[in-house]
């Protein structure tokens, strides 16, 4: 593909006027962020209601459940839900991670118990959400890489969220294998 000179340089002229639009961010734009943290606080309520349906659905004895060798346990689908958005959250925002400690304990969630796992899942999304409470507006509008591109931090939390999506759909496709029908879909 060629480019002209003129087309280079308007693409160049036009990224020069919208830098300094990226490094502050504005009052409107500020409210627009608090208006996020609202609706995002909605749609994760609605979504942890969501996976513990899911999660309830499966009976203990069958946690470890895999369709093939290669494939996470329906336990391992939820804690790596828990795992992975903690551990970008945290190396995003530069905060602790509030399961550094447990995962260095040997077998920590093999070895919990069905409640004891719904326990940590309650845990992790009021975490998660109030993460999202207290980061100011400032941080939330930072850009930060994700999937081969740059998004604001408060796109990365709905990014994350689709993350979970996924792995509950999952989880619904093991229900089926061991012949569980699954809870019908529970929108925002």
């Known amino acids: 593909m060629k480019i ?3 087309n280079a340089l308007k693409s160049l002229f036009g990224a020069m006027i919208s830098l300094p639009a990226l490094g502050k961010v504005k009052d409107k734009d500020k409210k627009d962020l608090l208006g996020f943290k609202e609706e995002f606080s909605v749609a994760w309520k609605s979504s942890l209601d969501y996976t513990l349906k899911i999660f309830n659905q499966m009976p203990e004895d069958k946690f470890e459940y895999k369709y093939t060798p290669e ?5 391992t689908q939820f804690v790596h839900c828990i795992t992975f958005t903690t551990a970008q959250i ?3 925002l530069n905060l602790p991670n509030p399961y550094d400690e447990k995962e260095k ?3 920590y969630w093999k070895n919990l118990s069905k409640a004891q796992l719904e326990t940590e899942l309650k845990d992790f999304y009021a975490w998660v959400e109030k993460t999202v409470l207290e980061t100011k507006p400032d941080k939330l509008a930072q850009l930060e890489g994700y999937a081969g ?3 604001p931090v408060w796109r990365l939390f709905y990014a994350l969220e689709n993350h979970i999506i996924h792995h509950r759909g999952q989880a619904i496709c093991y229900l089926r294998l061991n012949g569980i029908t699954p809870i019908g879909y529970i929108g925002w």
């Open 71 to 75: 494939s996470f346990t329906y336990r």
């Open 149 to 151: 591109d740059k998004i």
């Open 90 to 92: 945290c190396g995003r």
């Open 105 to 107: 304990q040997n077998g």
């Open 4 to 6: 002209s000179r003129k």
